[in-house]
Nanobody, 123 residues
Framework: QVQLVESGGGVVQAGGSLRLSCAASQHLFVTWATAWFRQAPGKDREKVSVISSDGTNTYYADSVKDRFTISRDNVKNTMYLQMNSLKPEDTAIYYC????????????????WGQGIQVTVSS
Protein backbone atom coordinates (compact mmCIF):
# COMPACT_ATOMS: atom_id res chain seq x y z
CA GLN A 1 0.00 0.00 0.00
CA VAL A 2 1.00 3.61 -0.50
CA GLN A 3 2.62 5.20 2.53
CA LEU A 4 2.82 8.92 3.23
CA VAL A 5 4.92 9.85 6.25
CA GLU A 6 5.10 13.35 7.73
CA SER A 7 8.07 14.68 9.65
CA GLY A 8 9.47 17.99 10.88
CA GLY A 9 6.78 19.02 13.34
CA GLY A 10 7.36 20.24 16.85
CA VAL A 11 6.94 23.16 19.21
CA VAL A 12 8.03 26.69 18.34
CA GLN A 13 7.39 30.19 19.62
CA ALA A 14 5.25 32.63 17.69
CA GLY A 15 7.24 34.18 14.87
CA GLY A 16 9.38 31.09 14.42
CA SER A 17 9.67 28.68 11.52
CA LEU A 18 9.29 24.98 10.79
CA ARG A 19 9.64 22.88 7.67
CA LEU A 20 7.36 19.88 7.29
CA SER A 21 8.22 16.99 5.00
CA CYS A 22 6.01 14.29 3.52
CA ALA A 23 7.78 11.28 2.06
CA ALA A 24 5.98 8.91 -0.31
CA SER A 25 6.76 5.24 -0.76
CA GLN A 26 5.84 5.06 -4.46
CA HIS A 27 7.56 6.45 -7.53
CA LEU A 28 4.08 7.33 -8.86
CA PHE A 29 4.29 10.27 -6.48
CA VAL A 30 5.68 12.20 -9.45
CA THR A 31 2.27 11.99 -11.18
CA TRP A 32 0.18 13.05 -8.16
CA ALA A 33 -1.03 16.38 -6.88
CA THR A 34 -0.16 16.62 -3.20
CA ALA A 35 -1.47 18.75 -0.37
CA TRP A 36 -1.23 19.74 3.26
CA PHE A 37 -4.29 19.81 5.50
CA ARG A 38 -4.57 20.66 9.16
CA GLN A 39 -7.06 20.20 11.96
CA ALA A 40 -7.00 22.26 15.13
CA PRO A 41 -8.81 21.27 18.33
CA GLY A 42 -12.53 21.90 18.01
CA LYS A 43 -12.28 22.94 14.37
CA ASP A 44 -12.97 21.37 10.99
CA ARG A 45 -10.22 20.07 8.77
CA GLU A 46 -8.74 22.86 6.66
CA LYS A 47 -7.00 22.67 3.29
CA VAL A 48 -3.75 24.57 3.78
CA SER A 49 -1.84 24.25 0.52
CA VAL A 50 -1.80 22.17 -2.67
CA ILE A 51 0.78 21.66 -5.39
CA SER A 52 0.36 20.06 -8.81
CA SER A 53 2.44 17.08 -9.87
CA ASP A 54 4.89 19.21 -11.84
CA GLY A 55 5.02 21.96 -9.22
CA THR A 56 3.76 24.69 -11.54
CA ASN A 57 0.37 25.30 -9.89
CA THR A 58 -0.24 25.94 -6.22
CA TYR A 59 -3.04 26.82 -3.84
CA TYR A 60 -2.81 28.50 -0.44
CA ALA A 61 -5.47 29.16 2.14
CA ASP A 62 -5.87 32.86 2.84
CA SER A 63 -4.76 32.30 6.41
CA VAL A 64 -1.27 31.15 5.34
CA LYS A 65 -0.56 33.18 2.19
CA ASP A 66 2.77 35.01 2.29
CA ARG A 67 3.88 32.91 5.26
CA PHE A 68 3.89 29.31 4.00
CA THR A 69 5.54 27.91 0.88
CA ILE A 70 4.78 24.50 -0.60
CA SER A 71 7.31 22.68 -2.76
CA ARG A 72 8.21 19.20 -3.92
CA ASP A 73 11.21 17.15 -4.97
CA ASN A 74 10.12 14.47 -7.42
CA VAL A 75 13.52 12.79 -7.33
CA LYS A 76 13.19 12.20 -3.59
CA ASN A 77 9.42 11.59 -3.74
CA THR A 78 9.00 14.22 -1.06
CA MET A 79 6.78 17.26 -0.52
CA TYR A 80 7.62 20.14 1.81
CA LEU A 81 5.84 22.94 3.60
CA GLN A 82 8.04 25.80 4.76
CA MET A 83 6.20 27.65 7.51
CA ASN A 84 7.45 31.08 8.52
CA SER A 85 6.09 33.73 10.89
CA LEU A 86 4.13 31.09 12.73
CA LYS A 87 1.16 32.12 14.85
CA PRO A 88 -0.60 30.35 17.72
CA GLU A 89 -3.56 29.92 15.37
CA ASP A 90 -1.39 27.62 13.24
CA THR A 91 -1.37 25.04 16.03
CA ALA A 92 -2.89 21.85 14.64
CA ILE A 93 -2.22 18.34 13.45
CA TYR A 94 -0.91 18.60 9.90
CA TYR A 95 -1.65 15.88 7.35
CA CYS A 96 -0.21 15.27 3.91
CA UNK A 97 -2.39 13.83 1.17
CA UNK A 98 -2.18 12.81 -2.48
CA UNK A 99 -4.61 12.97 -5.40
CA UNK A 100 -3.94 10.63 -8.32
CA UNK A 101 -5.01 13.42 -10.71
CA UNK A 102 -1.83 15.44 -10.87
CA UNK A 103 -3.51 18.59 -12.19
CA UNK A 104 -6.25 18.84 -9.55
CA UNK A 105 -5.33 21.73 -7.27
CA UNK A 106 -8.44 23.81 -6.56
CA UNK A 107 -10.62 20.69 -6.47
CA UNK A 108 -8.08 18.43 -4.80
CA UNK A 109 -9.43 15.04 -3.74
CA UNK A 110 -7.43 13.17 -1.15
CA UNK A 111 -6.89 9.54 -2.07
CA UNK A 112 -3.90 8.71 0.12
CA TRP A 113 -3.31 10.22 3.56
CA GLY A 114 -0.54 10.35 6.09
CA GLN A 115 -1.11 9.83 9.80
CA GLY A 116 -0.48 13.45 10.72
CA ILE A 117 2.10 15.34 12.74
CA GLN A 118 1.67 17.87 15.54
CA VAL A 119 2.66 21.51 15.15
CA THR A 120 2.37 23.65 18.26
CA VAL A 121 3.02 27.40 18.26
CA SER A 122 3.26 29.06 21.65
CA SER A 123 2.68 32.74 22.36
Amino acid sequence: QVQLVESGGGVVQAGGSLRLSCAASQHLFVTWATAWFRQAPGKDREKVSVISSDGTNTYYADSVKDRFTISRDNVKNTMYLQMNSLKPEDTAIYYCAADTAGWRVQTFRGVYWGQGIQVTVSS
